[in-house]
């Protein structure tokens, strides 16, 4: 049977990418991490992660396990906290729409299972928040600012589109498209490209509606670059003759020592995955 601690030390070491970190995460050495994970290995007849000086890059058994185990050990772990009546600490976090949850539920599951007790309550109103998943344009005026990503801009388009063969279009060539708006991003749906595009066939409430609608083929939209990752439905183009722009992306914090601390631990964790 696989313990529950080194169920832990797995997960901790698929999310952030390296050995180091997840022993950071879980209060222990890196050499305890790394046996931990090496005897997993042994048991299973396989490796779960290919090492390198970037971090680890996981096989594909690993992100089949993890997918199996994440929701058990988050349980597990806070057990413990449930079970002796411990104060939960409420954060409450915000999550621009145009920010995939894809994204952010596996750090903030590594952040609970580091602090016991940590709960999370999300509001739609980022002035609210204690942490806000949001683009340098919409940051609150009581946070404070960590970039973690820049992002271009692109075109979806269904797969089965006709230009979704080509990598690159035209601007003339989106003229003849219907387009899907985002108005909850500033300048995000780049309509001052081509001002003669015919009006918007929709409004999204935000990108996974957006991108569904998109794959359903009622029209195209532009998105940042990352929403095509893992989607196969869609197909993401650039503008041959023209800027489409970038988002730059990070997490703003309350200006509060924990609220600070658990935002920098959180751009940790991601930059750490954009390594791999």
Do not use: W
Not at 147 to 167: G, I, Q, T, W
Not at 174 to 203: F, G, K, N, W
Not at 223 to 248: F, K, Q, T
């Amino acid at each position: 049977m696989i313990d529950l601690n080194t169920l832990r030390y797995f997960t901790s070491a698929f999310e952030t990418g390296t050995f180091s970190q997840a022993a950071h995460v879980n209060g222990v050495s890196q050499p305890t991490v790394s046996a931990a994970i090496q005897k997993l290995e042994d048991r299973l007849g396989t490796p779960l992660f290919r090492r390198s000086k970037t971090g680890l890059k996981p096989y594909p058994l690993a992100a089949r396990l993890y997918h199996d185990v994440i929701d058990s050990v988050t349980h597990l772990v806070a057990l413990e906290t449930r079970l002796l009546d411990e104060p939960l600490q409420m954060v409450r976090i915000y999550c621009a729409p145009d920010m995939l949850m894809r994204h952010i539920a596996p750090d903030l599951n590594s952040l609970r299972r580091r602090f016991k007790g940590l709960q999370f309550a999300f509001t739609d109103d980022a002035r609210a928040s204690d942490l806000a998943y949001v683009s340098d344009a919409c940051i609150p005026e009581t946070h404070s600012f960590i970039l973690m990503a820049e992002d271009p801009f692109k075109v979806a388009v269904a797969r089965h589109h006709p230009l979704a063969a080509s990598r690159k279009m035209r601007i003339e060539d989106l003229r003849t498209q219907p387009l899907i708006h985002r108005p909850y991003c500033p300048h995000a749906d780049r309509m001052e490209l081509a001002p003669s595009m015919v009006a918007s066939v929709a409004q999204a409430t935000n990108d996974q509606q957006l991108l569904d609608l998109v794959a359903a083929g009622l029209g195209v939209a532009f998105v940042p670059a990352s929403h095509g990752e893992a989607r196969d439905d869609i197909a993401l183009l650039s503008l041959s003759d023209a800027d489409a722009g970038a988002r730059r992306t990070g997490i703003s914090h309350r200006k509060s020592a924990h609220a600070k601390e658990l935002a920098k631990l959180l751009t940790k964790q991601k930059r750490y995955a954009h390594e791999l």
